[in-house]
């Protein structure tokens, strides 16, 4: 199969000596590298790439580029399968498979085509009419039946195999588009010196030159623009960005970009990424980005083989293929001549130029008259028949009807600007009458455009243009520009009219192919109201599909004109927003998924954790022992239970290193302190520590922890690991916004110590075997006191805190030391039994012990709420004091902390379950508060329960009901403190 | 959107953590209404505005900044204490 019956005999960018073997719908064919996918089917005779969106009509190629509305394939198998890839864009090699999209049960005969018949259904806004009621039967009948009908290409479901980098580029000039105007304007900006970033979406440079026949200092434009990106290329201040799309433009002269590093190969190489997503700063930005041509509406339009006459030069001139062997040429502008020219020079017959214009280029005309086509000046094309496109339908300026059998038909309407990156900050194009499109207008700052994106048309023009863009730009920065002389290029006719429709566009004329938005939906949304831009986009969905409305969106806004008899620099344009063109989620997420979604924190003795068979449970990023599985416990309540039991009765260990740990200095971190907490801090004694509570300004509780007196000027603060980060932010908003006149530095070394937990009884007997230096007398280490030691030489610090009601100390060691220091106690700790405990271990004995935590510390409860008021001193001001006092704050009706325990002693209780009275109906009314923390107390042998309960501090004894409807049923609860176990706090003092 | 951070240059403000309107003054005295106007009554003005950024993933500095809401750009930044002379 490897017969290409469309590819021309010689000419062509492509690599005749080799050929490459690729299969569309499972048929095998053969292309050339420098081939599209879409230049190859052509080469093979392939007409028909894919089916509409709704109306499933069969669809051809209609450009030869990212504009592409029509031939959009799902690219690749399994799970590289991409959907909704323009066959122009897709580079072609060998193996490549694609399949088209929206048939069934195939592209040539597709059931579903019978759409077509009940078109009066699909017109403009249809979803807003048809299906008002019943409401049930959009869920059962129309989404689905309509999802059905309508669509493209699927996802495959699959993971992607494939990964996406990240990147940032930083320069003085971004030029985007390596055709001549963007060559012209990087070489101009290069000499001058400028840091240079050059895009281009293309694998090859030249732009529109490679596809016309032109010459540029006597080269061949592809020649010329190698040549060019070979001298741009030697700049050391140059970075050229080939396969790369700019497609959004940002504030602050900030691009987004996606360069294609891996897309032209059948499968990234290893450690290759897939795609490249960019992030250019530019100080300014030239847009040299062309423009790109305009369809013309008539019926038929959309027919296989009728195609832009800017892609059936590129077809012919860059590829070496023949897009059709009769054609017809239907222009409105100069630009369609030329390719009439070329289809005669790649010996393909053409039928007839049709020019809707009455005076056409005399010499251009006699050209083609020449070659034995007929001319029709002041033609109309009535319609397009067949599909593929068979014959063609006109009309000369007489009125006569002529009947061409042509099996290609090539469109030229005059040529779009592609200024959307300009918009995308909310700049609005104007309107130019002389060369009938909308223009950069009055540039935002930062930023310009060149060549054909700046509407100036015509090789020479647009190397002026270019010449000029750079210089301005390279004059704002404050360099002097060193201008290079232009090539020297023949004149170019490029006069463009303003004709958007021909013949009675009474049929299917489309205007939006990929959305199947026709000019009759046009002049019926302006019937029904909708005569803004805005407005029509919505309502017809003109311009909304995957390829932005490129081609379509201008001649929407024509016919939106001529139906409300406005001008189109009074209707406007609408605003283009990024991206230009579609961007794989993936390359936006780039490294950052799976396990690399976010970074993960690992504390100093994390492997040693691991070794021992702890279950991990993430607190934030940080990754914490939830508790010690040892063989034989089936159920992680015997591991929890098991490891409460082991260090109430003797010794624990538990790693609590993720607190959040911050060093203060300074002469007035008390007089700080003091407005940071509500209790007093500015008398704590050196050696000392003291827990403390601290209030956001609204009143309500922020965090809580302990602040210990290292030296006379020198503290150490922690916080919970949550809050590790805000504190610090509050704490640092306090000493430079606040109070910028005390004397206090703070830095967080939460990174910089591993700190364990070592409790229970039998803690001081094995801290005093581990740390035989030390004197761990309760009048040398008091509870609340804190000591700093030496352990292997380096700096240690030990406190007497407890967390867990026991006989407990805190003992940090520098971070790199946690491992060695946790392997020693374990030594050591073998003869005591000593025991790890996780997280959930902890969370028990706080319960048991009425410690509020995360679930209790909510941003909803006050310190009245938790038991805490008494803490709060009365001498001074404080962050939230004011804000606490507010009556709805201050409410004794407000839910207090309480302890519950189950009547029935066996049923568990839920975290989460709501408080009410027994008897009370089960109505939000009847809500007296809620169960925050939970857990079986293997030290009281029953299931215990924080709760916040309305009145609570008065209602100990009560019995309550926990509601929770979801997960179970009703349990009945005893009231009472919420410490539990050792309220006297005997066991911690000893 | 990039903040010239007077101490570390231009950093991308993904390093920073937003305050909202640097205009509020912390009351010092017992005024319930004074402190309830400066936590929540707020400007939100399209156009130039004085905002409080940190530098959270920088120098931890709290800074001034003057962006323009409507275009991102910011006329300039200044560590928030140096209006006070700190």
């Known amino acids: 199969m490897t017969a290409q019956p469309y590819r021309l005999s010689a000419g062509g960018l492509i690599d005749r000596t080799q050929t490459l073997s690729f299969r569309f719908d499972g048929k095998p064919y053969a292309g050339h590298p420098g081939d599209t996918l ?443 520009a060193m201008p290079a002389p232009l090539p020297l290029v023949e004149e170019q006719h490029h006069a463009v009219s303003t004709v958007w429709t021909s013949g009675p566009c009474k049929a299917k004329a489309f205007v939006d192919f990929q959305h199947d938005v026709t000019a009759s939906d046009i002049t019926l949304a302006v019937r029904e109201g909708y005569t803004s831009v805005e407005h029509l986009k919505r309502y017809t969905t003109l311009g909304m599909a995957t390829d932005q409305g490129r081609v379509a969106q201008v001649n929407g806004h024509a ?114 302190l003091d407005r940071l907490y509500i209790n007093g801090f500015a008398n704590l004694p050196v050696g000392k520590a003291r827990y403390g509570v601290m209030l956001r300004e609204d009143g309500f509780v922020f965090d809580d922890g302990t602040v210990t007196r290292i030296a006379p000027d020198r503290w150490f603060m922690t916080t919970t690991t949550a809050n590790a980060a805000p504190v610090m932010r509050h704490i640092d908003f306090a000493r430079q916004v606040l109070w910028p006149e005390l004397d206090v530095q703070a830095v967080s070394v939460t990174e910089q110590w591993a700190t364990y937990a070592i409790a229970g009884p039998r803690s001081r007997e094995l801290l005093a075997a581990a740390l035989p230096d030390v004197d761990m007398s309760n009048a040398a280490l008091p509870y609340m006191g804190a000591v700093g030691l030496r352990w292997q030489g380096h700096a240690a610090r030990l406190y007497r805190l407890s967390f867990s009601g026991e006989l407990a100390y805190e003992l940090s060691v520098p971070a790199r030391l946690g491992a060695a220091l946790v392997e020693h106690l374990f030594a050591v700790g073998k003869a005591f039994d000593l025991t790890a405990y996780g997280t959930e271990a902890l969370g028990v004995m706080r319960i048991e012990k009425g410690h509020p935590a995360g679930n209790e510390l909510n941003g909803w409860t006050t310190a009245t709420d938790l038991g805490l008021g008494r803490m709060a001193s009365t001498k001074k001001d404080y962050i939230g004091r004011i804000m606490a006092t507010r009556p709805a704050l201050a409410d004794p009706a407000r839910p207090r902390l309480v302890g519950l325990s189950p009547v029935d002693r066996s049923s568990a209780i839920r975290a989460g379950g709501h408080l009410l009275r027994p008897g009370a109906v089960a109505v939000a009314a009847s809500d007296e508060g809620y169960v925050t923390s939970a857990c079986y107390s293997p030290t009281l042998g029953h299931p215990i329960a924080l709760a916040l309960l309305a009145h609570g501090a008065e209602r100990h004894g009560e019995e309550v009901v926990v509601h929770d409807p979801v997960r179970g049923a009703d349990v009945r609860a005893l009231v009472g403190d919420p410490v539990f176990f050792d309220s006297a706090g005997e066991r911690l003092r000893g | 959107m990039r903040i010239p951070c007077p101490f570390c240059g231009a950093r991308d403000s993904r390093e920073f953590v937003s305050r909202g309107d640097a205009a509020p003054v912390r009351p010092a005295g017992d005024e319930a209404d004074a402190m309830f106007d400066y936590l929540y009554l707020r400007d939100n003005p399209a156009g130039v505005f004085e905002e409080l950024w940190y530098h959270a993933q920088g120098c931890r500095n709290w800074l001034r900044v003057r962006r323009d809401t409507l275009n991102h750009a910011i006329a300039h930044a200044e560590l928030a204490h140096a209006e006070r002379g700190a």
């Open chain 1, 38 to 480: 879409a230049s190859a089917l052509l080469a093979n005779g392939v007409r028909l790439f894919g089916r509409s969106f709704k109306y499933h009509r069969p669809r051809g190629v209609l450009t030869a580029g990212s504009e592409e509305p029509n031939a959009l394939v799902t690219l690749r198998e399994g799970a590289r399968a991409e959907p909704n890839t323009p066959a122009t864009t897709i580079e072609l090699y060998d193996g490549l498979a694609a399949q088209s999209q929206n048939r069934w049960p195939s592209l040539r005969f597709d059931a579903m085509a019978v759409n077509q018949l009940f078109a009066p259904l699909f017109v403009a806004g249809f979803y807003y009419k048809t299906f008002m009621w019943p409401a049930k039967a959009w869920e059962m009948l129309y989404e689905p039946v309509i999802r059905r009908a309508a669509g493209l290409g699927a996802l495959s479901g699959l993971e992607d195999p494939d990964h996406y980098e990240h990147d940032h580029a930083f320069c003085d000039v971004l030029v985007v588009g390596a055709g001549p105007a963007g060559l012209i304007a990087a070489r101009e900006a290069a000499r001058a010196g400028l840091r240079v970033v050059l895009a281009d979406e293309s694998p090859l440079p030249g732009g529109r030159l490679l596809s016309e026949r032109v010459e540029l200092d006597g080269k061949s434009g592809c020649q010329w623009a190698a040549a060019m990106l070979g001298e741009l290329a030697s700049f050391a201040n140059v970075r050229v960005l080939m396969r790369t799309t700019v497609f959004g433009r940002f504030d602050q002269g900030e691009h987004g970009a996606i360069e294609r590093v891996a897309d032209h190969l059948p499968a990234p190489r290893p450690g290759q990424p897939r795609q490249r997503l960019w992030k250019i700063v530019a100080q300014r930005t030239i847009l040299a980005t062309g423009a790109t041509e305009r369809p013309i509406v008539f019926d038929g339009n959309d027919r296989p083989g009728v195609m832009l006459a800017s892609a059936v030069s590129t077809y012919l001139n860059r590829f070496g293929v023949a897009p059709g062997r009769r054609a017809v040429v239907l222009t409105t502008a100069d630009s369609g001549w030329q390719t009439a020219a070329d289809l005669v020079a790649a010996n393909v017959a053409v039928l007839a130029v049709i020019d809707t214009r009455d005076v056409v280029p005399a010499d251009l005309a006699e050209q083609m008259r020449a070659a034995g086509v007929t001319v029709l000046s002041g033609g109309q094309l009535v319609a397009a028949k067949g599909s593929p496109l068979s014959s063609v339908i006109a009309r000369d300026a007489a009125g006569h009807t002529r009947h061409f059998a042509a099996d290609l038909l090539a469109v030229a309407g005059g040529w779009n600007p592609q200024v959307a990156l300009a918009a995308h900050l909310g700049h609005k194009p104007a309107w130019r009458a002389d060369i009938a499109a909308y223009v950069l207008g009055d540039a935002p700052d930062g930023l310009s455009a060149a060549g054909a994106a700046e509407g100036a048309f015509g090789l020479a023009g647009t190397l002026a243009s270019a010449r000029a863009a750079a210089v301005t730009a390279i004059a704002a920065l404050g360099k002097a």
């Open chain 1, 559 to 672: 016919l939106l004109a001529a139906a409300t008899g406005r001008a189109l620099a009074e209707t406007g344009t609408i605003r283009a927003r990024p991206p230009v063109v579609p961007v794989a989620i993936g390359a936006f997420g780039g490294h950052h998924r799976g396990r690399q979604f976010r970074p993960e924190r690992r504390t100093a003795s994390h492997d040693w954790a691991a070794a021992q068979g702890a279950q991990f449970v993430d607190a934030g990023q940080w990754k914490r022992a939830q508790w010690f599985p040892r063989p034989g416990e089936t159920t992680w309540r015997q591991s929890v239970d098991r490891e409460v039991q082991a260090t109430r009765n003797g010794v624990g260990l538990c790693d609590v290193s993720t607190l959040g740990k911050i060093e203060l200095a300074g002469a007035d971190v008390g007089a700080l």
